[in-house]
């Protein structure tokens, strides 16, 4: 079999903890967990379900910190390990030449993805309902707001590393203004990261037979990690279980030429809540990936995962193993 090749800049510097003895799922967690509290800030309640990419000499991020007012807002940080965070107290505040487009009312669960020159920053944006917001920056200071991607109502907006047929391209969940009880993926493209078109069905939430933990709904995680073998994509599913709500995540591969197309997807969850920290908090049972940092050249991948609406996990893997996993536990 032939070696696989991870696309990505090599970081000999990402976070990393080998994987304890006697340990055999495809991921494993941090020791460390939970590596960001809900209290790192003095306003914050929680501090869970953000974005980390490699920036300069270390990593920098855009954090969604619910204040005591409970209000759904974002912030950024930085760290020099991936592991220990500084966030800035000061909520971000995108810079808009549209005053109706730019007027902040919600911002939760941001993705950040490197395309070309630049960051791109998307979140669930609350624009007479929660749709997909799109910013960029190049030094984490300045970050200039575009059109919304989507009408309402949508969630997980996930960009692709990479144009696709020459053009940028998208995940994201449609949904409506509550605690959406149903969800598919779907993919998108733009030309112009303002005019979105192409729609395709990616997945639908599996059969409860075949995946219990993903038969409610489900929603693209961190950014794709182009593979030899397809994009290795991490997702959350939802199971509604009599005691509520379980947050759980796997993965999947997408095509590499056309990724609305799905060619493995496993059955098993990668990570389901198991820990305190995961089943306790302001939402119980929650595991919500939304960020990875990889290095191509080890294999190695970390991932960031909200727990618990509360608190920000880590989980360690290898990404040969992972796709390998991925293909042989597929129901599809």
């Not at 590393?161 to 995940?171: R, T, V």
């Not at 949904?175 to 078109?197: A, R």
């Not at 809540?273 to 294999?299: L, R």
């Amino acid at each position: 079999m032939s070696k696989l090749i991870i696309s990505g800049n090599p970081l000999p510097n990402m976070p990393w903890e080998d994987r304890p003895e006697g340990q055999r799922t495809p991921l494993w967690r941090c020791s460390k967990n939970p590596i960001i509290p809900r209290d790192l800030l003095p306003t914050s309640n929680s501090i869970f379900n953000s974005a980390v990419v490699p920036f300069g000499e270390g990593f920098a991020g855009v954090f969604r910190c619910d204040d005591t007012n409970r209000r759904m807002v974002l912030h950024v940080g930085f760290s020099k390990d991936g592991v220990n965070w500084n966030i800035n107290e000061e909520p971000l505040r995108f810079e808009c030449d549209n005053k109706e487009i730019g007027e902040w009312v919600y911002g939760y669960d941001p993705r950040v993805c490197f395309i070309e020159d630049r960051y791109y920053v998307t979140w669930c944006n609350g624009y007479h309902g929660p749709t997909i917001g799109i910013a960029w920056t190049k030094d984490f200071k300045t970050f200039h707001q575009l059109e919304n991607a989507f009408l309402p109502y949508n969630r997980n907006g996930v960009l692709f590393p990479e144009k696709i047929n020459g053009n940028f391209a998208m995940l994201s969940r449609p949904s409506d203004t509550g605690h959406t009880p149903f969800g598919d993926i779907f993919y998108s493209e733009s030309p112009d990261m303002e005019f979105w078109g192409r729609h395709r069905h990616v997945m639908a939430p599996a059969a409860f037979e075949l995946s219990a933990w993903q038969c409610m709904k489900i929603g693209a995680g961190p950014v794709p990690v182009k593979t030899s073998e397809g994009w290795l994509l991490f997702y959350h599913g939802v199971l509604r279980s009599c005691n509520g709500y379980v947050y759980a995540f796997g993965s999947a591969l997408l095509d590499l030429e056309q990724p609305w197309k799905a060619t493995h997807r496993s059955g098993p969850y990668l990570i389901s809540p198991q820990t305190p920290y995961e089943c306790m908090g302001d939402v119980p049972n929650v595991c919500f990936p939304c960020a990875e940092v990889h290095d191509p050249e080890t294999g190695r991948i970390a991932v960031y995962y909200g727990c618990a609406d509360t608190v920000t996990g880590l989980a360690f893997g290898y990404i040969p193993e992972i796709v390998e996993w991925t293909k042989k536990n597929s129901i599809i």
